[in-house]
């Protein structure tokens, strides 16, 4: 995964630098990055929470003072560019990692990812959580229970400006924060920093199975969805462990502030 958030993070600082008018080595941007194992349903969903300047700081040595130089927010159109370049750098990597190969334009795992995953039984787990099915059981391969209470629902059409969408990657760009936007910060910050369950939105149901609401329906107007006690148990086996969920990453120009005593 280092690999991995190593290149999310070099390809949005190029880009920010690059849309200030500059080059890599004469200036730098930064974010506080943590790495998130689960979707809302609750379900094994692995992907990245980045909190990045929206620009870049220049100078810092004797002779130049540091100045911060801010950017404006990208288009759907650079979300897109930018997301192809993530997903084909990624692709790339697993490549050399020899967990994908290429055939004709198709993308598979390798032999070897195969054998191992199959190795280990809790892959199986791991793949129900993923695709929203239940793990165990008499129902065991069929698709989670769930509850739609409210109407169908179309895109918010600000949300999905603000979205690009490449070949199953995915990078949203939708929250800023002004400076003196202390408050909403520290609501932003919290939401990247949450735990993978919300005790307040768990309940039984009255024949014993397990009831979590979504913080937000989904487009189809599902609030709910319903495990058995045991299922609901393993699905919670894809979560991450405590100190895990605690590693904060601070690339770029936030480690030369804290050796710098920088606040």
């Given amino acids: 995964m ?4 190593g290149i999310v993070y070099r390809a949005i600082s190029t880009h920010l630098t690059h849309q ?3 080059t890599k080595p004469s200036a730098q941007t930064g974010a506080v990055t943590l790495i998130q194992h689960f979707g809302s349903a609750p379900n094994l969903n692995i992907h990245v929470h980045m909190i990045f300047l929206d620009g870049v700081y220049t100078g810092g040595s004797s002779s130049l003072p540091i100045c911060f130089r801010p950017v404006t927010a990208p288009n ?6 930018l997301t192809h370049t993530i997903a084909h750098r990624v692709g790339r990597y697993l490549e050399r990692q020899g967990l994908m190969e290429r055939d004709a334009g198709n993308i598979f795992l390798t ?3 195969v054998d191992a995953s199959d190795e280990d039984p809790s892959n199986q ?3 129900s959580s993923i695709t929203y099915r239940i793990a165990l059981g008499p129902q065991q391969g069929r698709k989670v229970f769930t509850l739609q209470t409210l109407p169908d629902c179309e895109s918010d059409s600000q949300f999905v400006s603000m979205v690009g969408d490449v070949s199953g990657f995915s990078l949203h760009a939708g929250v800023a924060t002004k400076v003196n936007e202390r ?5 932003l910050c919290r939401y990247i920093t949450r735990p993978a369950v919300s005790t307040k939105r768990l309940a039984l149901t009255r024949n014993g199975r397990v009831r979590y609401e979504l913080k937000t329906p989904w487009r189809k107007g599902t609030t709910h969805v319903i495990f058995e006690p045991l299922d609901f148990m393993y699905r919670m086996y894809g979560m991450p462990r405590a100190q895990e969920a605690r590693e904060r990453p601070y690339p ?3 480690p030369w502030c804290l050796n710098q005593e920088l606040t």
Avoid: D, S
């Fill in 2 to 5: 280092t690999g991995v958030l």
């Fill in 20 to 22: 200030a008018g500059f």
């Fill in 76 to 81: 759907r159109a650079e979300l897109t560019r």
């Fill in 111 to 113: 032999q070897e990812a």
């Fill in 125 to 127: 787990l791991l793949g």
């Fill in 183 to 187: 408050t909403k910060l520290e609501h």
């Fill in 252 to 254: 770029g120009w936030f």
